[in-house]
């Protein structure tokens, strides 16, 4: 669990709390299921597992 600035801006944040823990998994994996843009990790137009790598990747990163 992961304390985060609320500001931080933080792309793994995804419920938008400042903490970083399971919420933040389900609300990519719906946002991810819904090809809501904000789940392009990748930036490409394509809903695929780089994308779902890349959240995870920024996830297990933290957040300053």
């Given at each position: 669990l992961?304390?985060?600035n609320h500001h931080s801006?933080?792309?793994a944040d995804f419920t938008k709390d400042g903490?970083?823990?399971?919420f933040d998994v389900v609300t990519f994996i719906e946002a991810f299921n819904s090809s809501e843009?904000?789940?392009d990790f990748?930036?490409?137009g394509v809903y695929d597992i780089?994308?779902?790598l890349a959240f995870i990747e920024a996830f297990n990163a933290g957040c300053p």
């Open positions: 992961f304390k985060l801006g933080c792309i903490v970083l823990d399971i843009p904000s789940a990748t930036s490409d780089f994308d779902v």
